[in-house]
């Protein structure tokens, strides 16, 4: 009986030993992947934001840009990790919520694929017309471009862009006849609407700010729910009887799926940490960009969202992507 009860002991104290080793997490630096290269909005926030998530987590936090594919093979490079917590990294809308829905699809579903952690910052959509442009306000440019159909071109960053998506939602909310014109940049759209080359478009609004504070473009709304600081004269879409126009770009926090939920907490509180310290959302806002910060219920329940509303658009305008 002594010698069985030894046994059991020994045997017990064995079974132990394996979970007792098992090093804290973190005990090595962590990546964070930003699914476009160094000096995009992304790499600003994430880079912005490391020297507090690496203070909390006591590691190194490396940023490691992997772009491709409109934000796609970044995601994608997260969703395929394993997930021990060492990788975590940044999706936009267009990677997490556009994409899934075009006609070339993603390699992963960012609802089972991917935990949500947090919005990282969500970036608004103003409309914009050249400064020299006859329409005032947002009813007058309706009118004109009820009067005059296909007279009236807008721009995009693409095929499938956030602008576009969001003047779709404008020409499916006033019954508008646009045609649509893309581009392939933020900059380049920017010089089409300045020389009057596409005659309204929506870009984020980093982008568009020094414009229309400068008064070479003029916003005529915003698809948020409240008038920005920035821009606090530019009524909302609805404001101006467009509330089916609700457009912002965002950047948000995930892990690949299945990662332990401790240290999803511990990324959470990390991150939402950064997002909320005071100096960092100064500087977010001088960038024109509003910092997140939401729990990770919310923030999933966000993407469901999004995912939802951008494919109803993609699917009733047979949109493709570029």
């Known amino acids: ?51 507090h998530i690496s203070a909390t987590l006591g590691q190194p936090v490396v940023v490691e840009n992997r772009a491709g594919a409109g934000g796609v093979t970044g995601v994608d490079a997260i969703a395929r990790a394993a997930p021990d ?12 919520a556009i994409s899934p829905g075009l006609d070339r699809g993603t390699p992963y579903n960012p609802l089972t694929d991917l935990a949500p952690i947090t919005l990282g910052v969500l970036v608004p959509e103003p409309l914009v017309v050249p400064a020299a442009s006859n329409f005032r ?13 296909s007279a009236l071109n807008f721009g995009s960053t693409g095929s499938g862009s956030m602008p576009h998506l969001a003047a779709e939602q404008l020409r499916a909310a006033a019954g508008l006849d646009i045609v649509h014109i893309s581009y392939r940049s933020g900059g380049a759209l920017s010089l089409a609407i300045l020389s009057n080359e596409v005659q309204l478009g929506f870009a984020d609004l980093p982008v568009l700010l020094g414009h229309i504070r400068g008064g070479t473009m003029r916003a005529l709304a915003v698809g948020t729910p409240e008038r920005l600081s920035w821009i606090p004269d530019v009524p909302t879409m609805r404001e101006v009887g467009l509330p ?9 926090f995930v892990a690949p799926a299945r990662t332990p939920e401790p240290i999803l907490v511990a990324l959470h509180r990390a991150v939402a940490g950064a997002l909320n310290d005071a100096e960092i959302r100064r500087q977010l806002d001088a960038q024109g ?4 910060g939401n729990s990770r219920a919310e923030f999933g329940a ?12 993609i699917r009733a305008n047979n949109i493709t992507a570029d």
């Open 85 to 96: 917590g060492y990788i975590f990294g940044m999706g936009s809308a267009g990677g997490l």
């Open 244 to 252: 089916g126009v609700d457009a912002s770009n965002w950047h948000g």
């Open 302 to 313: 966000f993407m469901r969202s999004e995912l939802e509303k951008w494919g109803a658009v």
């Open 289 to 292: 960009a509003m910092p997140g």
């Open 1 to 51: 009986m002594i010698r069985r009860i030894a046994l059991g002991a020994l045997l017990g104290a064995l079974t132990v030993l394996p979970a007792m080793a098992q090093p804290a997490w973190p005990d090595r630096p962590i990546r964070l992947v930003v699914p476009f290269g160094p000096g995009g909005p992304s790499d600003i926030v994430a880079r912005l934001l490391v020297p």
């Open 137 to 149: 306000t947002i009813q007058e440019l309706i009118a004109g471009a009820k009067a005059r159909p």
